[in-house]
Each structure stands twice: as structure tokens, then as C-alpha cells.
């Protein structure tokens, strides 16, 4: 089933410490959201691209787009000050469809395969994300002092994109504006309107490009992926 991809991309550079928005920083010569659209230009079930952008960043990131002739990117809404109000903006602009997604552009790294299984559980839920179990042991602890040992079997790590039918990730959106609600993803603003969520399990290597280590990951991967290329 094809899909519509929103991607949010008026990040900044803060905790990557940078000076300018992490998605235009590079790994192995291009900037990190070019990879990101490059998956989607490649998937065949993907028919549109939006990306919510700074105003003073859209000339930038258009260019690049039009040099890499990433041809699926159908157009731009302006960044809000949260990431939930670039989401927003984006949905408010797209032409009404079955199945959007909504991705983190700096996550280059995310399967294909994974991608298709979203779309197919988000038209048969409504509503579907990347996660991944957790591997770790986790403790609660209230002021340095462990008070329980969480059951990991019941924990996962919560990746995107994030797959919804439409109309639903549009009335969560605006309900969460009416409501003054402020959610940290997308599913978030799903669940509150008691509306199930189905996990659908992502890999490992969908990391978000956050810190500077995350770019000596990312750029790990894309030399391993290379090599298997070559193979």
C-alpha cells in the first residue's frame, strides 16, 4: 500500500554541538537528511515527500533536494518552535490520503522492509510504530537509590517513522492544539484519544543522528552497507 512521508527537519545542533542544524551536517559527503529522503525516493510504495523546514533553511535544503533530483519531495511547511507543531503544519498542508508516516530525518538508517510492514499494520489498526526491545536491565530510582528492577520483556525503544491513517493522526493533532497538549511523538497524541498502538519491530541501526558519537555510528553503517554492495 503506498504512503505519504512527513519528515520533520527544523532541527538544531544543540546537543550535536554544532553550530548550524544537524541535518545538514555530513556523513561520507552528504548531509545527513539526503540520506534520509534517499530511502524514500528508492521505495516505490512512497508517492510524496513534506518536510517542515526553518524559512531560512528552505532555499538550502531545496537546493539540495533539486541537485539529487529527490523528485518525490512534493513540497514545504514552515517549522514550529516544537516538533509536534512541524508535524502539524505538515498534515494541515498534504492533500487528504490513506497513509502517512511520520519520520525523524535524522534517522538515515531505517529498513525498507520495516517500512512496509508499518504501512500494511497501520491500514489494518489505524495506527502502528518502529520499536525495538530493550536489551538492558532498567531500574527506577528516586534519588540515587534503586526502588524496583522494570521487567524488560515488557519495555521497547520507540523508533519512527510512525504510521497512521490519516484522518486519525490529523484529528489527534488537532485535538492535542485544542487541548494544549504537548506529546513527545506522534503516537503519544494517538493513545490519549484511546486509540490502540501496534508496535512493529524496526532493527537496531535505525538511530537517530543526535550526538557527535552517533555520527561515528552512522558513518560505521554506511561503510559496512557499502562493503556488502561490493560483495
Same mark, same amino acid.
Given at each position: 500500500?503506498?504512503?505519504?512521508?512527513?519528515?520533520?527537519?527544523?532541527?538544531?545542533?544543540?546537543?550535536?554541538?554544532?553550530?548550524?542544524?544537524?541535518?545538514?551536517?555530513?556523513?561520507?559527503?552528504?548531509?545527513?537528511?539526503?540520506?534520509?529522503?534517499?530511502?524514500?525516493?528508492?521505495?516505490?510504495?512512497?508517492?510524496?515527500?513534506?518536510?517542515?523546514?526553518?524559512?531560512?533553511?528552505?532555499?538550502?535544503?531545496?537546493?539540495?533536494?533539486?541537485?539529487?533530483?529527490?523528485?518525490?519531495?512534493?513540497?514545504?511547511?514552515?517549522?514550529?518552535?516544537?516538533?509536534?507543531?512541524?508535524?502539524?503544519?505538515?498534515?494541515?498542508?498534504?492533500?487528504?490520503?490513506?497513509?502517512?508516516?511520520?519520520?525523524? %530525518?535524522?534517522?538515515?538508517?531505517?529498513?525498507?522492509?520495516?517500512?512496509?510492514?508499518?504501512?500494511?499494520?497501520?491500514?489494518?489498526?489505524?495506527?502502528?510504530? %518502529?520499536?525495538?526491545?530493550?536489551?538492558?536491565?532498567?531500574?527506577?530510582?528516586?534519588?540515587?537509590?534503586?526502588?524496583?528492577?522494570?521487567?524488560?520483556?515488557?519495555?521497547?525503544?520507540?523508533?519512527?517513522?510512525?504510521?497512521?491513517?490519516?484522518?486519525?493522526?490529523?484529528?489527534?493533532?488537532?485535538?492535542?492544539?485544542?487541548?494544549?497538549?504537548?506529546?513527545?511523538?506522534?503516537?503519544?497524541?494517538?493513545?490519549?484519544?484511546?486509540?490502540?498502538?501496534?508496535?512493529?519491530?524496526?532493527?537496531?541501526?535505525?538511530?537517530?543522528?543526535?550526538?557527535?558519537?552517533?555520527?561515528?555510528?552512522?558513518?560505521?553503517?554506511?561503510?559496512?552497507?557499502?562493503?556488502?554492495?561490493?560483495?
Amino acid at each position: 500500500m503506498n504512503y505519504t512521508v512527513v519528515l520533520p527537519a527544523g532541527g538544531s545542533g544543540k546537543r550535536m554541538k554544532a553550530n548550524k542544524n544537524k541535518l545538514l551536517l555530513e556523513l561520507l559527503g552528504k548531509p545527513i537528511f539526503l540520506h534520509t529522503l534517499e530511502v524514500f525516493q528508492q521505495d516505490p510504495n512512497c508517492d510524496a515527500i513534506w518536510l517542515a523546514v526553518k524559512d531560512e533553511e528552505r532555499r538550502v535544503i531545496d537546493n539540495y533536494v533539486k541537485k539529487h533530483k529527490i523528485t518525490k519531495v512534493h513540497g514545504y511547511a514552515e517549522g514550529g518552535m516544537e516538533r509536534q507543531d512541524s508535524v502539524r503544519s505538515c498534515l494541515e498542508a498534504i492533500p487528504p490520503c490513506g497513509i502517512v508516516l511520520v519520520h525523524d %530525518a535524522a534517522r538515515p538508517f531505517i529498513d525498507p522492509e520495516v517500512i512496509a510492514r508499518l504501512v500494511e499494520a497501520a491500514k489494518t489498526t489505524g495506527a502502528a510504530i %518502529a520499536g525495538v526491545p530493550v536489551k538492558d536491565t532498567i531500574k527506577k530510582a528516586t534519588d540515587g537509590v534503586i526502588t524496583e528492577t522494570v521487567d524488560r520483556n515488557q519495555l521497547w525503544i520507540i523508533q519512527t517513522p510512525q504510521a497512521f491513517k490519516y484522518d486519525l493522526i490529523l484529528k489527534a493533532a488537532k485535538s492535542a492544539v485544542e487541548d494544549g497538549f504537548l506529546g513527545t511523538d506522534e503516537a503519544m497524541l494517538v493513545e490519549r484519544l484511546n486509540y490502540p498502538v501496534q508496535i512493529v519491530e524496526s532493527t537496531y541501526e535505525n538511530v537517530k543522528m543526535t550526538t557527535p558519537d552517533d555520527l561515528i555510528y552512522g558513518k560505521a553503517i554506511l561503510e559496512s552497507r557499502i562493503q556488502e554492495e561490493k560483495r
